[in-house]
């Protein structure tokens, strides 16, 4: 026995049992809440998202977007509206078609001016110069040859895409429908008219 009166047996009795209690409490469920619950365990901590890391140098992050349909091309317009000639768009076209048919050969292009039409406006106001050029249109399939073709170009001229080449061709064109459209233009009380005619580059008007 020591000198304080406590045996060697009973110090190591006292811990053995302090060890044991501890291990019981570790064990043991949590105690009850006060609504007789018990205490929720610890939920275990959420997974952090993986997120994308681009390395020195690495190719940058692209997302993956789905690709956008192209923007429709603008349609061609083959008519002109106002007097229902051909539009330099259908010139286009005609002269491919003619140059592939024909093996480059082409017919005459013309340009048709009204050389009065300014006097013309003078006398019956500034809407005569359509009513000129709708009247050449109508009566361009019955002054010209079956196969030629009127355009117009611009405000106030006409294009012939001839089937014929020639002064001869390009002055029976002019004169026909000088005469046609001044038996039109007479019917609905406008004077007659004058036109010019000048051959046109074809590789101008291509493009």
């Not at 959420?46 to 993956?64: D, E, H, I, K, L």
Request: charged share 25%.
């Amino acid at each position: 026995m020591s000198e304080y009166g406590i045996e060697r047996g009973d110090v190591l009795l006292s811990l053995q049992l302090t060890l044991t209690r501890e291990e019981e409490e570790r064990i043991s469920p949590s105690p009850p809440h006060a609504n007789g619950g018990h205490r929720p365990a610890a939920s275990p901590p959420a997974p952090r998202q993986a997120t994308a890391r681009v390395s020195n140098g690495g190719p940058a992050f692209r997302p993956n977007f789905p690709s956008l349909p192209a923007a429709p091309s603008k349609p061609l317009v083959m008519l002109d509206a106002a007097t229902g000639a051909g539009t330099l768009d259908a010139l286009r076209r005609d002269l491919r078609l003619a140059e592939a048919a024909r093996e480059g050969r082409r017919g005459a292009l013309v340009g048709i001016e009204v050389e009065t039409l300014d006097q013309l406006r003078l006398v019956c106001g500034s809407g005569a110069g359509e009513q000129v050029l709708k009247g050449l249109v109508e009566v361009a399939p019955f002054a010209l040859r079956a196969q030629d073709r009127v355009y117009r170009s611009g405000r106030e001229r006409l294009v012939l895409l001839l089937e014929g080449k020639g002064d001869a061709a390009v002055e029976a064109a002019r004169a026909g429908l000088e005469v046609a459209v001044g038996r039109f233009l007479a019917d609905r009380g406008f004077p007659p008219v004058h036109l010019t005619a000048r051959p046109l580059d074809p590789a101008a008007l291509a493009r």
